[in-house]
């Protein structure tokens, strides 16, 4: 037979668990007098969620494209002699804008000069000779009319004129290359633009086969901007570009803070790169104030449409499975929630083809808290944010 536990056993293991039972019981009732009511609105409800609010409106949207572009003169020439000698002088200072034209550098002359007067005393020795040699063949003409020479005699002067005609020709051209070569050794600008840095100091002997010019002329006024576009995006370019020839383009600079320059779409290239999927396009800037320069990296905005539409912030805009939607806030500061169809985007904006109204109040902050029917409250400032 075992033993049973005695009494007085049990009334002390009763003892701790009916301690730590009320410890446990009196922590819930402090903590439920404690804990502050649950905040109610003005009719008892749930309080209204706090939402900042847009109204839609009537207005032209113009849309644009963005794109990196990169600032790229309409001409860029490498200055370089034609002719071996001397470098006599250099007539522009670097960065010195230049027209065309203009004289730039000058070779030493003198040995072309040279070449010029021999050409033209060899020119002129053999104009005389063959001055003699028509005159002879007039004589001789006169003379075989008569039978006092023979036909063979007049036919061998003949061949001699002739070949006198030829070396003319010859010696003619001889002079014109000297000329030309003389006219080398003064080089020009051939187009406007603004000068590098020169390569070259005078004194050097250049040559026409240097691989380094003396120096590069760029364009700098008009100049254009290359840019691609997405292959998506083609269609709307190529009907903006077939309605509108002088298609508006901006140019900022990276951080996109500062415009620099309005131009025109004067090109587009004439097949796609397969392997970036995009079109190259060309834009022309004025750049009076060459705020744009050669190689620079731009930001570009092309318009390519502008069209009066129901227009949004893009805050407002949320998505979901069944598309796009927005909250709409009624009179009575319920929301709503309106599926709606979005057309063109511009930046921060964007239109909506159906499903709003000019004037409707759509939610742009606090749109987590909201339920269809939900009351809210219209603030000026941010919503408090929520969470840690």
């Not at 100049?223 to 002088?246: H, K």
Request: net charge negative; proline share 6%; glycine share 8%.
């Amino acid at each position: 037979m075992s033993a049973s536990t005695p009494p007085s056993s049990r009334r002390r293991f009763a003892t701790p668990l009916l301690i730590a039972a009320g410890v446990g019981l009196a922590a819930i009732a402090a903590w439920k007098l404690l804990s502050p009511a649950p905040a109610a609105g003005p009719s008892g409800g749930p309080q209204p969620t706090p939402v900042r609010v847009a109204t839609a409106t009537q207005e032209d949207l113009v849309v644009r494209l963005k794109a990196l572009g990169t600032v790229t003169p309409l001409h860029t020439v490498s200055i370089r002699s034609r002719v071996d000698g001397e470098l006599l002088r250099l007539a522009f200072s670097e960065g010195q804008h230049v027209t065309a034209g203009e004289l730039l550098a000058e070779i030493d002359p003198r040995p072309f000069q040279v070449q010029l007067s021999r050409a033209l005393g060899t020119q002129q020795q053999n104009l005389a000779e063959l001055d003699n040699a028509e005159s002879q063949l007039k004589r001789f003409a006169e003379l075989q009319s008569k039978h006092f020479v023979s036909a063979q005699d007049l036919s061998d002067q003949q061949s001699k004129v002739r070949q006198l005609q030829g070396r003319r020709q010859t010696d003619q051209a001889a002079v014109d290359e000297a000329r030309l070569q003389l006219q080398y050794t003064r080089i020009t600008a051939p187009v406007a633009g603004r000068m590098g840095l020169r390569n070259v100091d005078v004194g050097n002997l250049v040559r026409s086969g240097d691989t380094e010019p003396l120096a590069t002329i760029t364009q700098t006024t008009p100049i254009s901007v290359l840019f691609t576009v997405p292959e998506p995006d083609l269609p709307a370019v190529v009907a903006a570009a077939r309605a509108n020839p002088q298609l508006t383009v901006e140019a900022w600079d990276r951080e996109e803070r500062t415009a620099l320059g309005d131009g025109v779409l004067s090109s587009l290239d004439n097949r796609i790169d397969t392997a970036t999927g995009t079109l190259k396009l060309r834009a022309q800037f004025a750049n009076a104030d060459e705020s744009l320069f050669p190689n620079q990296f731009v930001n570009v905005r092309l318009q390519v449409s502008s069209s009066d539409a129901v227009v949004i912030p893009n805050a407002a805009v949320q998505f979901g499975s069944k598309g796009s939607y927005v909250y709409v806030i009624a009179a009575d500061d319920t929301s709503s929630l309106r599926t709606v169809v979005l057309g063109p985007a511009d930046g921060e904006r964007v239109s909506v083809r159906e499903g709003l109204k000019a004037g409707e109040r759509v939610v742009v902050e606090g749109i987590d808290g909201l339920r269809e029917g939900a009351k809210v409250e219209v603030v000026e400032q941010d919503p408090p944010r929520t969470g840690a």
